[in-house]
């Protein structure tokens, strides 16, 4: 796992009630823990999603891309990491998942997310300036 431009990184381990019927994680149970690290992302950089929701922004997908490269197991660790940039008025989240003990790469995704700001399309100047120094 090498990447200089990761900003956030965070462990997970994976349940076993995330598995299907192949023993590998279900690929729709990816978009859970690209979503957590996101969360925690946020959480992390000083503007929770709970802060957001007060502060009237409301963070919307508007796409996902994933390439499932390797499969996580039963008692398998992953490294969910991720980077952010802006463009125009959506934020574009890269986030790769490892798995911790081999290094192998199991997803790579690009995230993109916009704002609503009383149901409307913003740029939310708010998530700018609390995520500025690391875009």
């Not at 990761?6 to 019927?21: G, M, N």
């Not at 490294?79 to 790769?96: I, N």
Request: aromatic share 12%; glycine share 6%; charged share 25%.
């Amino acid at each position: 796992m090498e990447n200089n431009d990761y900003i956030y990184s965070l462990e997970i381990a994976v349940r076993d009630y995330e598995l299907d019927s192949e023993g590998i994680v279900n690929n729709a149970i990816y978009l859970h823990y690209l979503e957590l690290t996101r969360h925690e992302f946020c959480k992390w950089a000083g503007y929770s999603f709970k802060a957001m929701s007060a502060d009237g922004i409301v963070p919307v997908l508007s796409r996902v891309e994933i390439d499932y490269k390797t499969p996580l197991r039963s008692g398998d660790v992953m490294l969910s990491c991720l980077w952010v940039e802006a463009r125009g008025v959506r934020f574009v989240f890269h986030q790769d998942i490892y798995n911790k003990l081999t290094g192998d790469v199991a997803v790579k995704a690009i995230v993109t997310v916009v704002s609503l700001e009383d149901g409307k399309l913003s740029r939310s100047e708010k998530l700018f300036k609390a995520f500025d120094k690391w875009l």
